[in-house]
């Protein structure tokens, strides 16, 4: 009977430490709100796609929560294509957090192109941080 016991203690604690752990990994998944881009794409990342479903199912679970996706570009290109990119990137994010149980109305989308750089150095570090989606809390 002890053994049984100190057994289920064990499974306690273990289970107790994956939900901490559980917990943890969302917490981290929704302080992660920007998603970085590759030139000239509008398709986030594959490794994105798990913080990304921890912001669906945030959403899904608050239904009075809303939140802004806004998209970015670097400063190569057109003012209008760069809108463009942003926006797209934008909606892909979006459509993304749709499929996986947010709702539309919970979100707003808006492209800011290359009007808004996160860092306005010239390399191609800089245009890195510029090609974004930043997910902004209402």
Known sequence: EATTRRAQELESERQARAAAAAERMRRSALATRVFYFDFDTAEFRPADRGVLDYHAQDLASNSNKRIRIEGHADERGTREYNLALGERRANNVIDYLIVNGASRNQIEAVSYGEERPADRSESE??????????????
């Open 125 to 138: 570090a800089s245009y890195q941080r510029n090609r974004r989606v930043e997910i902004v809390l209402d």
